[in-house]
């Protein structure tokens, strides 16, 4: 069974980073696109990045440059997301999903995402 898992989450104070880490088991992970989004309460899922496992190309969504940074380690069936210089409004559930290359659109396997929360 394909699955995702997300992990590296936690309550951080603002300015502080954090390293999600989202790793695949199931499938072939590096033929796969692989995508971040965030939904913080009472708001809409939003995207932040993906990366093309196959050929190691990014994309992020434009609002998100910057503090973001996405990136992978096939050997190790991993993803990672690189969060800087958190604010409060970054509190939000994360999760990764398997996604379209081309555009990150996300296929519908989504995992119980990590919560990040950050004080201020």
């Known amino acids: 069974e394909a699955q995702l898992v997300e992990s590296g989450g936690g309550l951080v104070q603002a300015g502080g980073s954090l390293r999600l880490s989202c790793t695949g088991s199931?499938?072939?992970?590096?033929?796969?696109?692989i995508g971040w989004f965030r939904q913080a309460p009472g708001k809409e899922r939003e995207g932040i990045s993906c990366?093309?496992?196959?050929?190691?190309?990014?994309l992020y969504t434009a609002s998100m440059k910057g503090r973001f940074t996405i990136s992978g380690d096939n050997a190790l069936n991993t993803v990672y997301l690189q969060i800087n210089s958190l604010k409060p409004e970054d509190t939000a559930i994360y999760y990764c999903?398997?996604?379209?290359?081309?555009?990150?659109?996300?296929?519908?396997?989504w995992g119980q995402g990590t919560q990040v929360t950050v004080s201020s």
């Open positions: 999903v398997t996604v379209h290359p081309s555009d990150c659109k996300p296929y519908d396997n």
């Open positions: 199931g499938f072939t992970f590096d033929e796969f696109a």
């Open positions: 990366i093309d496992n196959a050929i190691g190309t990014t």
